[in-house]
């Protein structure tokens, strides 16, 4: 099998972890039907391919089996972050065009049970790709060999993509960036979401910083009308003024 490096950001700081193990305890807790768990937002830069790749590694560090499918075909930076060590890279947009072989675009990395997917190149029909059979099966044998899958999309103010991949996915999350999304944006992009028929499981906060923890109180009001059946839930992925220093990073869980 291919092999690549994840360059992680959050590096291994106690915070990070501790953060990613209240996310993954939620996701386990929205029911054993959900193994497949779409990651979107507004807007790029929300944190989308962050969050997928620490939440399934922190899922493969209690032995769960995870994949990660970056089906960003449009716009993905996530193959500058990762170091690979294979000459010709292929990934989803290869497969779905017949060009590559299942066992072709699978990635192992320096975490055991921990799997990717590159988005491969820009193809000039990304929807049409993915309301294709093929993608369907892909994410059927994705669900047979893993027992997450967890799909990063592009985001859903701005492109259909993420509404297109979601009706073949158990859940959604919604990574919003603290101060940069406005009310009815949110909104709107999660009326689009819940017309996919896929369970919305809740919302993750990004970015926040402790003045966005004393408001607390407020986001959980704000999120509530935003966690579809109202069972959602709601985590704040703190980040002060440098991302860099890792040990900034923490966070607090509201069940909605
Ligand atoms: N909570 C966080 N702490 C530190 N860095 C973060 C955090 N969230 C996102 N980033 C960084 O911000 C940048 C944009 O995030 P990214 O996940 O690529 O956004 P998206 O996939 O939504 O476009 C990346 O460099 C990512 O590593
Ligand atoms: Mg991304």
Known sequence: MNRMEIISVAAESYRTSEAFKSLRTNIQFSGTDIKCILVTSCMQDEGKSFISIELAKSLSEIGKKVIVVDADMRNSETIKRYKIESQNPVGLSQYLTNQASFENVLFKTQYENLHIVLSGIFPPNPVELLCTEKFKEFLVKCRQEYDYVIVDTPPLGVVIDAAVIAQNCDGAVLVIAAEKIKYRL???????????????????????????????????????????????????????????????????????
């Not at 704000?222 to 704040?236: L, N, T």
Request: glycine share 8%; charged share 35%; hydrophobic share 25%.
């Open 186 to 256: 949110a909104l709107s992009v999660k009326k689009q979401l819940a017309k996919s028929n896929c369970k919305i499981i809740g919302a993750i906060m990004n970015y926040t910083d402790s003045k966005g923890f004393i408001k607390k109180k407020y986001e959980y009001g704000y999120y509530r009308h935003h966690s579809g059946d109202g069972r959602g839930s709601v985590f704040s992925i703190f980040r002060r003024k440098k991302p860099e220093n890792t040990d900034n990073i923490k966070t607090e869980e509201d069940k909605v």
